[in-house]
């Protein structure tokens, strides 16, 4: 993995004042620069969040309004220009911190849900937050996906192109006529999410309850997607994680935990299998064609993780 060096930030550190001392070498996540230091004297954390500064300045609004209810997440520090537009992109500053990280013990998986159910149910408009866009598929974006699924597996996991190679294919193939319309037109229920709601993304307490502290994809949004993303991707990157999607009875804990704060709606209960599918093709998909850029399919935590990912049973996330 790649180590992302400090040294091409210094207008970041510059802005937020932080001292020299307290200037890391480098990125504490390997994906996107996340740095580790002190702002007037807090522990933080400095990191990109979404552009431009109007979004990232409804995220920051969101999360003030989630801790307003006692919903655990972070919120930017509270000093003049957080988050603030630095070069290209717009950075913001978070208190750090302390916990431990996740275990895949049954009580943090329900910690997980809980929280999840908890930003899905808050009465919170998402003012000036990003509105998630549906995507304009058309036959060449899925011929390109189909493609890089081929290079990934025939390189990494050949085995693959016998057995989740045409299941996805078809899949992505289908995507315009059978997975996109029944979603996109069933006015289905949105609220403000975080999208990328991943085990990896959660701090526990000793006794066990999650703050989610990387709210940075954070949109409008069907929440039953935001579900489904969580679904298949929440031990993606996660090292304390099993190398898998969740098993029946991690999913019926993160589920029940869920569904005691958000009462699904007749058509989203309807919807969800399609949802499930419609965020394999999406972000999966994706997600299996990426990780070659950081060599995750040679990692053998996570190259069993995508493994896991291309095969996943959706029936066993039954509502």
Partial sequence: MILISSSVHSEVFTHFDVKSADVPESSCYPYSPVFRTAVDGVPAAVKRTR???PYAEGIARWLGE????????????PRPGNPAALGEHVWVAYPWVDGFPYDASLGHVAGAGDLLGRIHAAPVTGTGMFRFRWPDADQASADEDIAGLTRVFTKYA???NGSALPRLTAWLNDFRSETLPPIRDARLPTAAVSMDFRANNLVYDADGVPTLIDPDNAEVAVRLLDLALA????HN???GGPPRLFDAREWAAFRDAYTAHVELTPEERAAWPTALRYMLVEWAVWSLIA??????????HQGAFLRALATADLGVFAL
């Fill in 51 to 53: 552009s431009p500064l």
């Fill in 66 to 77: 989630l801790s307003a209810l006692g919903i655990r997440t972070v919120r930017p520090l």
């Fill in 158 to 160: 050949p085995d693959l």
């Fill in 231 to 234: 679904v298949l991707l929440f």
């Fill in 237 to 239: 990157e996660a090292d």
């Fill in 291 to 300: 990780a070659e850029d950081w060599n995750d399919w040679e990692d053998p």
